[in-house]
């Protein structure tokens, strides 16, 4: 998650206006009076921030949402493959478990990671990011063209062309001044796989996933599957000659799955339908909008954008870019038992190719921050459990930092102790709110931080406008 924002995950650079998408009519009928919470009830209200005053946007878009239609062939045998637990080694785990969809297809409980292997008892060592809007996630790059470039690109040679270079900050409603030099892009909290369908291979074979020792072993199950007929009628009766192109049509499937399935990317939220003036923000949510893009309070959206692309599409409440944020290590994770171990993101350990990068060390994706509050696994280490605990890191973190990290046995502080000394320089200290010394006053009050709550809210998918 990105240092600016206040979630997970995590959990960032623009205001709400209009100009980025097609304005549609406001709405005419009457409009009931919302209750006003306490924590709103008071605050200032700007006189013009492009938000309004009333609950209503004032400057309605039309969204452009995806093309619903049935699913294809391969996208339905992608399903039963995405929800088949006879594919991992406990014959117990699918890809639903991790990513369970009454859980915008993230985490289905409030473990720090979820536990695989061949007899369910082996911990992770992250906790599965959502599936949802993948469809839209841009490949891993480095710097700000090498995404559409039409050649294979060397990362480690993007990567020392880079170093060195001064790191554009971040503020909500202000473009950066300078291209972004990070990594950014791809999938998993590393940026490792590039599609859908590579991501797919991480869980099918990680030894604490779902487990299978090779691909081999994953396709001999393919081939004993229920759903052996739909793989002949689909690729013919010689796609099990050659297993190795069998898992690999397999994967493609449950990646087609992913993109047709209108649940992966529904674009429901309140938001959303606010955004159309379809729906009133209460006086809580409409100030905890303010307050995430606020530059001197949460600045949220320096790194999780809010508004909708030119195009018209909805925004995704991420840059696709990479922060080292310092959270705290989860000593509730058994990887981390071990003193020398440490889950650096870009630079290892499930990644190798920027190991020598060490300026990323630290980094991990920065997640959209859509259903984010329907999550009990913050971070990529899954530390904090509800959203009041990752906003009183981003309040607290430099200023207070005993109310963050633990102590050791002499009662000093262990200040960013996920992360090697040597590497410390790569956390985010420029961005708000992680531009306070200690001492100085929190960027967000209590108050402040409930409206920011309640507008994160408004993210969740399955709203019904009225």
């Known amino acids: 998650m990105g240092a600016c924002a206040t979630v997970a995950l ?15 009519h406001a709405q005419t009928e009457a409009r009931q009076e919302q209750p006003q919470s306490a924590a709103a009830s008071d605050a200032a209200i700007p006189a013009d ?4 005053h009333d609950g209503w946007n004032p400057h309605p878009v039309h969204l452009q949402r995806p093309a619903v239609a049935p699913l294809s062939a391969m996208a339905q045998l992608g399903k039963l493959i995405f929800y088949d637990p006879s594919l991992s080694a406990s014959g117990k785990m699918s890809c639903a478990s991790c990513h369970s969809p009454q859980r915008a297809y993230g985490p289905p409980n409030a473990l720090s990671v979820q536990l695989g292997g061949p007899s369910l008892k082996l911990q992770g060592v992250r906790t599965p990011p959502s599936l949802m809007y993948l469809y839209r996630q841009p490949n891993f790059s480095i710097g700000p063209d090498q995404a559409d470039a039409d050649a294979p690109v060397d990362l480690t040679l993007a990567a020392a062309q880079v170093s060195g270079a001064a790191r554009a900050q971040k503020t909500a409603g202000v473009a950066p001044a300078a291209p972004a030099l990070v990594p950014q892009g791809g999938l998993f909290w590393d940026g490792r796989a590039d599609t859908l369908q590579s991501q797919a291979y991480g869980p099918l074979l990680d030894h604490a996933e779902m487990a299978n020792g090779s691909i081999d072993e994953a396709a001999e199950k393919i081939e004993r599957s229920p759903y052996r007929a739909q793989f002949e009628q689909l690729f013919g009766p010689g796609i099990f000659k ?24 529904p ?72 003193p020398r171990y440490f ?14 990068q060490t300026q990323y060390c630290g ?4 997640p959209t921050l859509r259903n984010a509050a329907t999550r009990e696994a913050f971070f990529h280490n899954g530390v904090y459990r509800t959203l009041e605990e990752v906003i009183d890191f981003y309040n607290l973190r430099d200023i207070d930092p005993a109310k963050v990290y633990p102590r050791d046995a002499h009662g000093r502080i262990l200040q960013y102790d996920d992360l090697p000394a040597k590497y410390r320089a790569n956390i985010d200290k420029q961005d708000a709110p992680f531009d306070r010394k200690r001492g100085d006053e929190p960027a967000m009050s209590k108050d402040e931080i409930a409206d920011l709550i ?7 998918d399955g709203y019904s406008p009225q």
């Open 363 to 366: 980094m991990f994706l920065t």
């Open 49 to 52: 921030d492009g938000i309004g």
């Open 267 to 338: 674009y429901t939220s309140k938001y959303d339908y606010w955004l159309e003036g379809k729906a009133r923000l209460t006086p809580a949510e409409l100030q905890g909008l303010r307050v995430f893009n606020d530059s001197k309070k949460a600045n949220c959206a320096g790194c999780h954008l809010s508004q909708p692309s030119k195009d018209g599409q909805p925004p995704m409440f991420t840059d696709y870019q990479y922060e080292a944020l310092g959270v705290p290590r989860n000593r509730r994770i058994a990887a981390n038992r071990n």
């Open 10 to 24: 995590i959990l960032a650079a623009v205001g709400i206006g209009a100009g980025t998408a097609m304005h549609v």
């Open 242 to 265: 050659n297993r190795r192109l069998l898992l690999s049509e397999a994967l493609f499937a449950v990646a087609r799955y992913q993109v047709e399935e209108p649940s992966f990317h």
């Open 343 to 356: 889950d650096m993101g870009v630079c290892g350990p499930y990644r190798s190719d920027l190991a020598t």
């Open 454 to 460: 309640a507008f994160l809210k408004t993210l969740n």
